[in-house]
């Protein structure tokens, strides 16, 4: 699937993205640090496109200038603020969740980007634009999007347990649950299950999730985040709720004797993961110049394809490369069946909650982890 840059698009590319490379010398190497979800871009194994190398290689290509991407990675959206917000590190690049990003933006941690330098931002389709986290378009650029669903191993779970959020809280499956390793996702099961509105204010809600959490808790085999694959592909679990795409990557994995199932709860998380450049940044350019390459088509489409996540990239979903390499069975799940994406994100998608319901949600958060 790996294309050749062709000379007319780098000379475009040269024109468009016009890169002030102040105080540095043809031979100096530039440093752009990107920090990104574990298992969350295209890393050349299997033969696979090796999105950093190649954004290495089309680089000096096109400037004439060596740069060295650092690529670290985290497991959840709190984990990456904690270390961000602690001044700690810094980082180019980052792409978090989007009541994470309306929180950092908020709180003065994102710089606006300049679209200048970001053209290929006319593929992410209009259904993306304007969403609450970002209403203005202002600090971010969808990378992918999707829907927690449920995921069971169909040689140990009866289908006809495979309903709802129920299977979570099932004592049949006792010892073989796996639940979210993080506040928000985790009480996300528990509000759905209950139907209670995940972005309330109302202490007294939290409280009956947090219980819901509690009375789980002796079923669950443990809190898990990227721990999850090897679990379940190796049958050590049988139940564990998760990103849809992540689903596929395990069904790839799984062991002879587990047969990885899946389905979306009603109702459900709705999720946008985006592409910002946090305040800490030292090199804003050059990561916009990364997030660009990152919405071209060989780029956006290897990284959709390694991911399984669903893309807001006209390039990703118009390809025939990509329809056919998908296939109709996942691209089924990927991208049910909706009348309207925005309606049912704004009704389910996580906010970002006022300081007070945070500071609330982290402590029942560090009962349950305690208890």
């Known amino acids: 699937m790996k294309k050749i840059v062709t000379a007319v698009l780098a000379a475009a590319l040269m024109l468009t993205l016009a890169f002030a490379l102040t105080g540095c010398g043809a031979s100096e190497t530039l440093t752009l640090n990107v920090y990104n979800w574990g298992e969350y871009i295209s890393d050349g194994s299997e033969d696979s496109f090796d999105t950093i190398a190649e954004f290495e290689a089309w680089y000096e290509e096109t400037y004439g200038q060596k740069v060295n991407v650092n690529y670290d990675t985290y497991t959840s959206n709190e984990d990456m603020y904690a270390k961000l917000s602690a001044g700690a590190v810094s980082y ?29 931002y006319k593929n992410i389709d209009s259904t993306f634009h304007g969403l609450y986290y970002d209403p203005d378009d202002t600090y971010s650029v969808p990378y992918t999007y999707g829907i927690v669903g449920i995921i069971y191993d169909a040689n140990v779970v009866d289908e006809a347990d ?13 010892g073989s649950i796996l639940q979210f390793n993080n506040a928000r996702d985790a009480f996300g099961t528990a509000m759905y299950k209950l139907n209670i509105d995940v972005n309330t204010t109302d202490h007294a809600e939290w409280d009956r999730a947090y219980e819901a959490l509690m ?9 898990v985040m990227d721990e999850i694959f090897n679990m379940m592909e190796a049958g050590e679990a049988a139940v564990g709720a998760y990103y849809a795409g992540d689903y596929f990557t395990m069904v790839d994995d799984q062991a002879e004797d587990v047969d990885l199932q899946f389905y979306y709860p009603d109702p459900t998380n709705y999720f946008v993961d985006a592409m910002c450049i946090p305040s800490c940044c030292e090199h804003k350019e050059l990561a916009e110049i990364f997030i660009n390459y990152m919405l071209s088509e060989e780029p956006a489409i290897a990284n959709a394809e390694y991911t399984y996540y669903a893309s807001p990239n006209t390039a990703v979903v118009s390809s025939p490369v990509y329809i056919e390499d998908m296939g109709e069975d996942v691209l089924e799940v990927l991208y049910p069946p909706m009348d309207d994406f925005s309606a049912l994100y704004n009704l389910y998608a996580y906010r970002n909650l006022d300081q007070a319901t945070l500071d609330y949600l982290n402590t029942l958060w560090e009962n349950v982890k305690i208890n």
Do not use: C, H
């Open 162 to 174: 495979a309903t709802g959020w129920d299977l979570m809280w099932n004592e049949k499956y006792s």
């Open 92 to 120: 180019d690049v980052i792409i978090p969740s989007d009541y994470m990003i309306a929180r950092m933006a908020q709180e003065d941690m994102l710089l606006p980007l300049n679209f200048d330098n970001i053209p290929n």
């Open 215 to 223: 009375e789980q808790r002796p079923l669950r085999y443990g809190l």
